[in-house]
């Protein structure tokens, strides 16, 4: 059974930072694409940041590019978002992700954590 479990939201200044965490299991990694896609009130759902994990290869949004890292650690099989310069439109809800192909829709999701910036 694929699990994503996120864990790491919460409520922050703007201009703090926040490290997401995202466990799986089930899945072989090596073959996957993991990413974050983020969710506002009354908002599209929204790439944020991708990983291939093999390659180490990293895709960012524009509007986070300079102040979020994407990253996994092979060990624990968990990919971070570290979040910094955090801004008020950052506001949602954050899902990780993983999906066996290198670009398209995601086949996992998980159940979400909710970051909130404050003015």
């Known amino acids: 059974q694929v699990q994503l479990v996120e864990s790491g939201g919460g409520l922050v200044q703007a201009g703090g930072s926040l490290r997401l965490s995202c466990a799986a299991s089930?899945?072989?990694?090596?073959?996957?694409?993991m990413g974050w896609i983020r969710q506002g009130a009354g908002k599209e759902r929204e790439f944020v940041a991708s990983i291939l994990w093999n390659s180490n290869v990293t895709y960012y949004t524009d509007s986070v590019k300079g102040r979020f890292t994407i990253s996994r650690d092979i060990a624990k099989n968990t990919v971070y978002l570290q979040m910094n310069s955090l801004k008020p439109e950052d506001t949602g809800v954050y899902f990780c992700t993983a999906s066996a192909r290198l670009a398209g829709e995601w086949n996992y999701w998980g159940q979400g954590t909710q970051v909130t910036v404050s003015s």
């Open positions: 089930g899945l072989i990694l090596s073959n996957y694409r």
